[in-house]
T-cell receptor
Framework: AQSVTQPDIHITVSEGASLELRCNYS??????LFWYVQSPGQGLQLLLK??????LVQGIKGFEAEFKRSQSSFNLRKPSVHWSDAAEYFC???????????FGTGTRLTIIP | NAGVMQNPRHLVRRRGQEARLRCSPM?????VYWYRQLPEEGLKFMVY????????ESGMPKERFSAEFPKEGPSILRIQQVVRGDSAAYFC?????????????FGSGTRLTVV
């Protein structure tokens, strides 16, 4: 069965500092990997996705993620966070032909001045 | 196109009542997915529908929950005889092709509170 682990429940970062959110997955087939962001009371917005090819994926809002098959990881990074990045971030895994996405439990990001 | 529309945004029901959650997919999307987000948890898949067909309901509780996506009109998630444990945010997503290649588009959710 596929699973996603986001080991950090809550992260606090100073505005302007760099950010890395961790995501580890367990999946038997070739995974499709996603990062979503959820602002309070809102739905989920897709930040970026990986299907194949270049393992460094660029997304919206200045985010990027790197797929490392050997570590079963798909960590999300941003070189300099903005106060508007405060939100909940979810990593998800799926595969071609499987219509279900499996989500991690999320990482809540707090930005301090 | 306003995207995936879910209504109501907030719904309060007393224990034992029925809850009906509606989802209108994006224009041109014929695949609908329902997910549930319990407090402090990630989203859990419930059901995948195409027009007039349930494709995968492996995440649906065996009792009290049902879903439909009629030929005309929105998709409906129905919860009968609600209990406190049904309190959650219910998200609908739609896609054009039925694979994650294009990624889901999520609605803003319906937050159900059972009192």
């Amino acid at each position: 069965a596929q699973s996603v682990t986001q080991p950090d429940i809550h992260i606090t970062v100073s505005e302007g500092a760099s950010l890395e959110l961790r995501c580890n997955y367990s999946y038997g087939a070739t995974p499709y990997l996603f990062w979503y962001v959820q602002s309070p009371g809102q739905g989920l917005q897709l930040l970026l996705k990986y299907f194949s090819g270049d393992t460094l994926v660029q997304g919206i809002k200045g985010f990027e993620a790197e797929f490392k098959r050997s570590q079963s990881s798909f960590n999300l990074r941003k070189p300099s966070v903005h106060w508007s990045d405060a939100a909940e971030y979810f990593c998800a895994v799926g595969s071609f032909g499987n219509e279900k996405l499996t989500f991690g439990t999320g990482t809540r990001l707090t930005i301090i001045p | 196109n306003a995207g995936v529309m879910q209504n109501p945004r907030h719904l309060v029901r007393r224990r034992g009542q029925e809850a009906r959650l509606r989802c209108s997919p994006m224009k041109g999307h014929s695949h609908v997915y329902w997910y549930r987000q319990l407090p402090e948890e990630g989203l859990k898949f419930m059901v995948y529908l195409q027009k007039e067909n349930i494709i995968d309901e492996s995440g649906m509780p065996k009792e009290r929950f049902s879903a439909e996506f009629p030929k005309e009109g929105p998709s409906i998630l129905r919860i009968q005889q609600v209990v406190r444990g049904d309190s959650a945010a219910y998200f609908c997503a739609s896609s054009a092709s039925g694979t994650e290649i294009y990624g889901y588009t999520f609605g803003s959710g319906t937050r159900l509170t059972v009192v």
